[in-house]
């Protein structure tokens, strides 16, 4: 709710693609510094504190832009500062949150507890948009602030019963940035990690950018923004929870081939919803968008999770997540200034149609590379 409020914000402040996206980049680009950081304090610290640490830095943040809105003193560099130093609380503790998993589940449930991850972040994403949007039209902007930080505040609540099963932690005599170094080199090192990485990045900031930029297709698809920028949000995450329900175990080959091919599909999927003629046809796209793309991320996590020991696993999730936050970011960026220039709808084919055939290639030469036994 609190990220749809700061996107209406900012599209009635500057009516901008780029300023959207700027919005977009404020929260997702400080993963590119804390990323590797918390990757090794997962690895190496108590990873259930840091998550509460964390959601109680998010509900004291809620509880300043509620003040700010209240007194009418929020600007747009304020604002932009605040979904900044959100985005960092969330880069801080994203390895920590992941690597927990496999601290919660037996291995052969990894593709189904990160796809029920999914389920859960997704049916937020659902009701959250949906919620919101009725607030902005009918109340104060304030109460999704409030409410949020209400919320955030019982779930750390909720988070202080969970038990974690015991696990090695790192020697402290072991230096931050020797530790950092080893994660990234695991990383270069390995083919198929290198590869799912490489699909990460590339559909980050092609097909998930689109999404970051919802309240621009809303404005020109629909007669009310408002209404329009949460339907559209709402199908996106209609489409990722019916997605994550059909997730099943597979080999690690078929694994990565899916990946390849759901990216494909939220590409074709992102030109249709920029040229949608009328709102059905958005929604719709929007919702084979949410579904592939969740696909290809949890696709990406799970092969991630199983390939990685857990010595290394909250410093290989940390770049994981390093790629899954900032690629949408710099594509919002990018493909934001493009829309500026010459139109959405052109910005969005020409990246969407380079990603397709960026992935056509990968997926020949993988294929080369392992024919079927």
């Given amino acids: 709710m609190q990220r749809i409020a700061c996107s209406w914000l900012v599209w009635e402040w500057t009516g901008s693609a780029f300023w959207v996206g700027v919005m977009a980049a404020a929260d997702l680009l400080p993963v590119v510094v804390i990323g590797p950081f918390a990757g090794v304090a997962a690895d190496r610290w108590d990873r259930l504190r840091q998550n509460m640490v964390a959601q109680i830095l998010s509900a004291l943040l809620a509880v300043g832009l509620a003040i ?39 291995r052969e449930d990894m593709g189904m507890a990160v796809a029920l991850n999914s389920v859960n972040v997704n049916l937020a994403r659902l009701t959250g ?37 015991p696990r090695d932690s790192i020697p402290v005599d072991v230096s931050f940035l020797r530790l950092m170094r080893e994660g990234f080199a695991y990383v270069v090192r390995t083919p198929a990690i290198r590869l799912m990485m490489f699909t990460l990045l590339m559909g980050g900031v092609v097909a998930r950018s689109v999404l970051e930029l919802v309240p621009v297709v809303a404005a020109s698809t629909f007669r009310d923004t408002s209404t329009g920028l949460a339907v ?9 929870v019916t997605a994550a329900l059909t997730v099943s175990n597979g080999a690690s080959r078929r694994l990565i081939e899916s990946v390849l091919l ?29 579904a592939a793309t969740t696909r290809a991320l949890i696709g990406t996590q799970t092969y991630v999770q199983l390939a990685t020991s857990d010595e290394l696993r909250g410093r290989t999730l940390s770049i994981h ?24 709808s052109s910005a969005v084919t020409v990246a969407s149609s380079l990603l397709i055939v960026c992935l056509a290639t990968v997926f020949v030469i993988f294929r080369a590379k392992h024919p079927e036994s």
């Fill in 321 to 344: 997540g390093l790629i899954a936050r900032a690629s949408p970011a710099v594509g919002a960026l990018i493909v934001g200034y493009a829309a500026d220039q010459i139109g959405l």
């Fill in 68 to 106: 700010l809105v209240a007194f009418d003193a929020l600007t747009l560099p304020i604002l932009l500062l605040f979904v900044a130093l959100q985005g960092v609380t969330s880069a801080a503790v994203q390895p920590a949150r992941l690597a927990m998993v496999q601290q919660m589940v037996a």
């Fill in 262 to 290: 759901w990216w494909a599909t939220a590409s074709l999927a992102s030109i249709l919803l920029v040229y949608a003629p009328q709102a059905a046809v958005a929604v719709t796209a929007a919702v084979v968008i949410g």
């Fill in 129 to 165: 948009p949906a919620l919101a949007g009725a607030m902005i039209a009918h109340s104060d902007t304030v109460w999704i602030f409030i409410l949020n930080a209400a919320v955030t505040f019982i779930f750390v609540l909720i988070i202080r019963g969970i038990r974690l099963a």
């Fill in 232 to 240: 559209l949000t709402g199908a996106a995450a209609v489409g990722a």
